[in-house]
């Protein structure tokens, strides 16, 4: 399907381009939560349109992706000091070591268990760590691998994408993992969401979006641009997700038969990553140059 116009699509302007907005999440509070990667601090975009920032105590940390946790706070990845932020809907913030160097921690999400589960990219590692700041890792049986986002699957375990490995995979709260690879040689898996139902993953290498049910059952969709670069996704629904085009500057949205539609986004080379459901109930896209680009529901 060819790119179609969005007139719901509207942009607005966050901050400057060398901020950098990357992961965006809907607060406990709601509000949209945002990490801007390059200046070192998380903003917060309430509904009436109201912007606070606050600053990280390490400016070039690199906080990256955030979601918010069972204990009422958001806790983001800071990828280039390898630690776990945390910030509080009143902007109090604090930040914890983890334990394998140079770890590169990249994706997190809140786990069944209360805890908030957390990818080291670097060193092939899934990190969690409670709500009082204790944390464990998990060693994967891949070398190499660069785990990448993860999420909570509708089966009480976390899945998460192996970015290097070409494969998806599934951890208990135990620490027992599986290894799902994919058809598609070097499709290199990022984002994954859940539906409720099963797992969706975009193939940034490929150009193509994936589904994989809980017991490792793959379909992929190919997007129409095989450059498009897909990045982040998320569910609204049973069978029903969105995603950003990083290489295509659009968001698209696939549906359970692999109906895909895109729409592009109005500024050029916006370079769209992290991607929500907002607390409005219409999809919020960060945008590495400055903006937030919302669809409206």
Do not use: K
Request: include cysteine; glycine fraction near 14%; charge should be negative.
């Amino acid at each position: 399907m060819r790119p179609s116009e969005a007139p719901a699509l509207s942009e607005i302007t966050v901050t400057d381009r060398q901020a950098g907005p990357y992961g965006i999440a809907t607060g406990p509070d709601g509000a949209l939560w945002i990490t801007l990667v390059h200046a070192g601090r998380i903003a917060r975009l309430d509904g009436a349109g109201s912007l606070r920032e606050w600053a990280l105590d390490a400016p070039d940390c690199g906080p990256t992706v955030i979601a918010a946790g069972s204990d009422g706070a958001l806790w983001f990845t800071r990828y280039q000091d390898h630690r776990i932020g945390r910030i509080t809907v009143a902007g109090e913030t604090e930040s914890f070591a983890l334990p394998t160097p140079d770890s590169g921690p990249f994706g997190i999400a809140p786990g069944p268990d209360g805890a908030m589960w957390f990818t080291e990219m670097n060193t092939d590692r899934i990190g969690r760590i409670t709500v009082d700041g204790q944390v464990g890792e998990f060693p994967l049986p891949v070398e190499g691998g660069f785990p990448s986002a993860i999420v909570a699957g509708p089966d009480g375990a976390l899945w998460f994408t192996l970015n290097q490995a070409n494969a998806i995979g599934r951890i208990t709260v135990e620490g027992d993992v599986t290894v799902h690879s994919l058809p598609t040689p070097d499709a290199a898996p990022v984002g994954i969401a859940s539906d409720g139902v099963a797992l969706w993953f975009v193939e940034i290498g490929a150009g193509r979006v994936g589904r994989i049910t809980v017991d490792g059952d793959i379909q992929e969709f190919p997007l129409p641009d095989p450059a498009a670069r897909p990045h982040a996704i998320v569910a609204v629904g049973a069978g029903d997700c969105w995603f950003t085009e990083w290489g295509a500057n659009r968001v698209g949205r696939v549906t359970a038969d692999g109906d895909i539609t895109e729409y592009d986004l109005p500024t050029p080379a916006s370079e769209p990553h992290g991607i929500t459901v907002g607390p409005d109930g219409a999809l919020w896209a960060a945008l590495e140059t400055g903006g937030l680009a919302r669809v409206a529901p």
